[in-house]
């Protein structure tokens, strides 16, 4: 049985060195959705036990109240992630993050390894979810496919340093190197039925520009937004938050449908904005 909890609100994931105590005992503070408690690039090669034996105590000991603990294993072609996985399921983490994600096979394999690790360590069969990092072309390309890998997966990130790299670009801070990777991923996503999230935003002197950033990201239909700094929690939630004005037109339009609905007409107006019922009914549904 899949974890029920694939659709939550995730409008902000917040890295974390796992390595490090004093960055991941008390996060929450904070209010991010999720917290993402890293295994790969923030620990160093010769860390990789210890970062492991920090992450599981924390797991096992502190209380998140209620904020994701999603795990970023590190990559399918190193040694560690299958021992990331057991740690990562023995502990009791929601959800891990696959690296490189650049087939529906990467998924899958990690899919196998978490099945059986929920089997080692007696953890219901299905709690634990997987999200997909994007980092190159052929990932980008092959999105649609990974969205529909597993029932586990919740949704696919973008991660636009390594995408541009491969991209033979860089981060400009326009985000036009971003457009294509971030259009035809949203649309995997919405196709597949899963949620999306959008690179992290490295400078955090500029924020106004990260504003700017989150910003278009909302516009284009995404779930949600990386960040690296306790920051940017309050921009992100602000963005992806309905206002006041936003809510009463909502109100105005769910009372007028049933209304409308009884009365068999299927398009009308909410404050001079017309409204299909068939329209909505598909979108809701």
């Given at each position: 049985m899949i974890n029920t909890n694939k659709k939550r609100l995730r409008r902000t994931m917040m890295f974390l060195n796992a390595q490090?105590?004093?960055?991941?005992?008390?996060?929450?503070?904070?209010?991010?959705?999720?917290i993402m408690?890293?295994?790969?690039?923030?620990?160093?090669?010769?860390?990789?036990?210890?970062a492991r034996f920090s992450l599981f105590h924390a797991l096992r000991t502190i209380d998140?109240?209620?904020?994701?603990?999603v795990v970023r294993i590190n990559a399918l072609d190193t040694p560690y992630w299958k021992e990331d996985i057991r740690c990562c399921v023995a502990g009791g983490c929601d959800a891990i993050r696959i690296p490189k994600t650049e087939r529906a096979g990467d998924v899958k394999l990690v899919e196998e390894a978490i099945a059986e690790a929920e089997r080692e360590f007696n953890v219901p069969e299905g709690k634990t979810l997987i999200m997909?990092?994007?980092?190159?072309?052929?990932?980008?390309?092959?999105?649609?496919?990974?969205?529909e890998s597993s029932e586990r997966m919740f949704g696919i990130a973008l991660s636009g340093g390594d995408y541009t790299k491969d991209l033979q670009t860089h981060i400009t801070g326009t985000g036009l190197e971003l457009m294509g990777a971030r259009q035809n991923m949203i649309i995997a996503a919405r196709a597949a039925g899963v949620q999306c999230f959008d690179t992290i935003y490295t400078d955090l002197d500029d924020m106004e520009g990260f504003r700017k950033d989150v910003e278009t990201i909302h516009l284009m239909g995404f779930?949600?937004?990386?960040?690296?700094?306790?920051?940017?929690?309050?921009?992100?939630?602000?963005?992806?938050t309905p206002s006041q004005k936003d809510i009463i037109f909502a109100e105005k339009v769910v009372k007028e449908i049933e209304d409308k609905k009884a009365r068999?007409?299927?398009?009308?107006?909410?404050?001079?904005?017309?409204?299909?019922?068939?329209?909505?009914?598909?979108?809701?549904?």
């Open positions: 490090k105590p004093a960055l991941i005992k008390d996060p929450y503070i904070y209010r991010p959705d999720s408690l890293d295994l790969e690039d923030a620990v160093a090669e010769n860390q990789k036990d210890a998140y109240r209620g904020c994701e603990r997909a990092a994007i980092e190159s072309a052929r990932g980008v390309m092959k999105s649609m496919e990974i969205c779930d949600g937004k990386s960040i690296i700094n306790p920051r940017q929690i309050t921009i992100v939630h602000e963005i992806f068999g007409i299927g398009v009308f107006t909410v404050d001079g904005k017309m409204i299909d019922i068939a329209s909505m009914m598909a979108q809701s549904g």
